[in-house]
């Protein structure tokens, strides 16, 4: 491994996929642990990507993390697919951590709200109860984080959570990741939770392989801090790490 910092953000480099992934889980744990000694309850934000099979696997299948301390939500939802749409984000988590760890509760967005703005609204209220302890991210490749692609991102956000109208370069990304078979299948709208929601997290795990992020690590650790490039954001956060591979990391 090899580890650096930019700004105030941790970088972590692996030589492949899956040691990146479970060195990601481990350092996760060892933070749920540690906040677990003084806090009865924790609050963690997920990503759901492929990106993040590796870490999640390593998550769910460990039998000394207290699941059962620990509630949980996602952090962006497509608008308009049916609620059984393995696509749905909802619907990625359960399978691959949700429903498999014995959680103390799992707030799902409702992929099938009738009024998207309300569902930002009630989930915006949910998140907002208590502070969040923990999120577990990646980075697009447009350099967004969550749904917050560089034509709607805003640090100053006001809003927790909020629709949006995903660009093309984010909707291409999922048919390059296998979700979908061609473009016009990817919904055009989708609920998100905003960048201040997401860096108001205490502790930030971002992990991010493979080739196809390569350009967008590089601008998120040497373009100027702006929405241009989402994820620079995370070079102001005092507790973010970024864990790479040999392939994103390839134009460092």
């Known amino acids: 491994m090899k580890t650096f910092r930019k700004d105030k953000l941790t970088v972590n480099v692996y030589e492949t996929r ?7 889980a ?12 003084t806090k009865d309850t924790l609050r963690m934000i997920f990503a759901a990507a492929p990106s993040q099979n590796e870490v999640l696997a390593a998550l769910a299948t460990d039998k000394e993390i207290p699941w059962n301390r620990i509630c949980a939500f996602h952090m962006d939802e ?3 697919l049916a609620a059984d749409a393995p696509q749905g984000f909802g619907n990625f988590l359960k399978a691959h951590i949700f429903g498999l760890a014995d959680f103390q509760s799992v707030q799902y967005i409702d992929i099938t709200a009738p009024d998207a703005e309300k569902e930002c609204d009630r989930y915006g209220a949910l998140l907002n109860q208590a502070p969040i302890d923990i999120v577990v991210l990646g980075i697009g490749e447009n350099g967004h984080i ?14 927790a959570v909020k629709t949006v109208t995903l660009d093309e370069i ?4 999922q048919v390059n990741d296998g979700c979908f078979a061609k473009i016009e299948d990817v919904p055009t709208t ?5 960048v201040p929601t997401l860096f108001a997290g205490n502790h930030l795990f971002c992990i991010v392989p493979a080739k196809t992020k390569a350009k967008a ?9 702006n929405e241009a490039c989402p994820a620079t954001v995370l070079r102001r956060h005092e507790r973010a790490i970024l864990y790479l591979d040999n392939d994103s990391s390839a134009l460092l």
Do not use: W
């Not at 984010?170 to 990304?173: D, F, G, S, Y």
């Not at 989708?190 to 905003?194: D, K, R």
């Open 78 to 80: 497509y608008v308009g």
């Open 146 to 159: 969550a749904f917050n692609d560089p034509p709607v991102a805003d640090f100053e956000d006001k809003k």
């Open 26 to 37: 481990k350092d996760i744990k060892d933070c749920i642990l540690s906040l677990l000694k």
């Open 190 to 194: 989708a609920i998100t939770l905003t």
């Open 18 to 24: 899956s040691e990146m992934g479970t060195s990601a």
């Open 217 to 225: 690590v590089y601008a998120t650790l040497h373009n100027d801090i």
């Open 170 to 173: 984010c909707r291409n990304q």
